[in-house]
């Protein structure tokens, strides 16, 4: 899902990519050289467009900081997924929040640092 909507990426290898999902499809995607601002334009899409967080997922390239976590809260989502490693002040946050928070998803492992009763054995790895 994520490798779908990297296509600046593609071309320049030096991006991040962040994806607004429900859990099954892609609703929105943003590239930017800043992982925080790809945050930003999800949040400024979903404001132009009226669309209400009924997504429950966010997808991204960036290490998860706290406010990237700060972010996530703002927009809602009960599910945070990165490519990379979370702070621990950001497992704090999603540990607070209610937040799951995974790091160093791979097509087929990743690591669940908080809330793992949302993952379930039947789990689509390869969407990730």
Do not use: C, W
């Not at 972010?71 to 990165?82: E, H």
């Amino acid at each position: 899902m994520l490798d779908d909507d990297q296509t600046l990426y593609r071309q320049t290898g030096g991006v991040h990519t962040s994806i607004l999902s429900d859990g099954k499809r892609s609703i929105l995607g943003a590239e930017d050289i800043g992982r925080h601002n790809t945050l930003d334009k999800l949040a400024g899409q979903m404001l132009m467009n009226g669309i209400k967080t009924n997504a429950s997922v966010i997808l991204t390239t960036g290490r998860i900081s706290s406010e990237m976590m700060q972010k996530a809260i703002r927009l809602g989502v009960s599910v945070v997924i990165s490519r990379t490693s979370p702070s621990s002040m950001s497992v704090e946050l999603a540990e607070k929040q209610g937040i799951t928070l995974i790091g160093y998803a791979k097509r087929h492992r990743f690591n669940v640092y908080t809330h793992a009763e949302r993952i379930t054995e039947n789990v689509k790895t390869e969407q990730l």
